[in-house]
């Protein structure tokens, strides 16, 4: 995890605790569509803002089927010297076992600056001209593996449970400020970030 402690430091470490088991019991609702369960990721490198909060899930299909494609679009940012294309929002997961396609994550809809303040300034695959569907493809080692086990994590700011925050009451897993996916691919085995997001 990259950066340093913020909005977390006023906090004592009770508060912090009672934070986090918050947010590891209350699956944001971009996950309503999925059967989750509390992951462990420790040993995987995030970025992010370096807030202490973070939850992290597992993803599954209603039908108990843990194996995906995951389709998104990529953008070319022409502000890019290299143009290099981005894999960008929407996310969808393709189940492998009932082939169900569902919605993921979405930047427009997803996260703090959508919640909190009806507006997202990030790169969507539905706005950018140009941006292509496309599945995800394993690159460890030119694997191009299309299958994976999926993960996702949260990261939260700490000032979310202030009182100053009531119109956010019981809402506050939904307003997360970075999204990471992590897929584990099953031709190599390995476990790498597929995509993430700032979202505040």
Not at 118 to 140: E, P, Q, V, Y
């Given at each position: 995890m990259t950066g340093t402690l913020t909005s977390t430091s006023g906090l004592s470490l009770e508060e912090i605790e009672t934070q986090r088991n918050f947010y590891q019991s209350h699956a944001p609702g971009c996950l309503a569509e999925f059967k989750v369960r509390p992951a462990d990721l420790s040993g995987h490198r995030f970025d992010g803002h370096g807030e202490i909060l973070n939850s992290y899930w597992s993803v599954a299909c209603t039908c108990g089927s843990n194996g995906f494609k995951i389709h998104g679009y990529n953008a070319i940012n022409p502000d890019n010297p290299d143009a290099v294309p981005v894999f960008v929002s929407p996310i969808e997961l393709e189940f492998a076992e009932c082939g169900r396609v569902s919605l993921l994550f979405d930047t427009d809809s997803h996260g703090y600056d959508p919640v909190?303040?009806?507006?997202?300034?990030?790169?969507?695959?539905?706005?950018?001209?140009?941006?292509?569907?496309?599945?995800?493809?394993?690159?460890?080692?030119?694997?191009?593996?299309?299958?994976?086990?999926?993960?996702?994590?949260?990261?939260?700011?700490?000032?979310?449970?202030?009182?100053?925050r009531d119109d956010f009451r019981g809402r506050e897993m939904d307003l997360f400020t970075w999204f990471t996916l992590v897929g584990y691919c099953r031709a190599c085995r390995t476990r790498s970030t597929v995509v993430e997001f700032e979202c505040a």
């Open positions: 909190a303040c009806g507006d997202s300034f990030t790169i969507h695959g539905l706005r950018w001209k140009g941006a292509m569907r496309t599945k995800h493809l394993c690159n460890h080692n030119n694997c191009q593996g299309g299958s994976f086990s999926v993960f996702t994590r949260f990261e939260y700011p700490g000032d979310l449970f202030c009182d100053d």
